[in-house]
């Protein structure tokens, strides 16, 4: 048995001038990048003190890792009171060893120069976007600069500390 025709009939069978099909934005491919395989024994030795330890959320955050880059790792579950509108609730935490999760982000990037370039390139883009708000990264990284900001800081400060050593006046008795 044939189906009924709709009681109102659509546009383009009314003669209404058709519309386009609606574009949705293109999306460039995102390819899952590999890092370079960097033998691991080449790595410099962590600056992270062996009993650091940093909760699931932390290590996602600071670190930008997703939640199956945390998958086969060891953690402990610690439970915790939170202050929440209402009174106190009780959460469970997983708890990493901070040195097993900069590892994770080292063989993700390349190791710990990968790792760094990737912070910096996101450092510089967080400036440009948002130059009030401060970033988000490992302590161990927090206070790392670009090698050349390093050094035109120090030889700016070293650079007036000598012109004013020239500028005053020596008095020596004769």
């Not at 003190?49 to 890792?65: D, F, K, M, P």
């Not at 120069?113 to 967080?126: D, M, N």
Request: hydrophobic content about 30%; glycine content about 4%.
């Amino acid at each position: 048995m044939p189906k009924d025709a709709p009681a109102t009939p659509s546009r383009r069978a009314a003669g209404a001038p058709s519309r386009p099909p609606r574009k949705l934005p293109r999306k460039s491919p995102q390819k899952n990048k590999e890092a370079d395989s960097v033998d691991e024994s080449q790595w410099r030795p962590t600056s992270i003190s062996a009993g650091a330890t940093i909760n699931r959320t932390n290590a996602l955050q600071v670190y930008r890792l997703k939640k199956d880059h945390l998958d086969g790792l060891s953690y402990r579950m610690e439970e915790k009171e939170i202050m929440i509108p209402g009174g106190l609730k009780k959460v469970q935490t997983f708890i990493y060893s901070e040195r097993t999760i900069e590892l994770q982000a080292w063989r993700l990037h390349g190791g710990p120069e990968g790792f760094e370039a990737y912070l910096q390139k996101l450092r510089t883009a967080h400036k440009l976007r948002s130059p009030e708000k401060k970033f988000k990264c490992p302590a161990a990284y927090d206070s790392f600069q670009p090698p050349n900001a390093a050094t035109s800081a120090s030889t700016s400060t070293t650079e007036r500390s000598n012109a004013a050593a020239t500028a005053s006046p020596s008095t020596s008795p004769t």
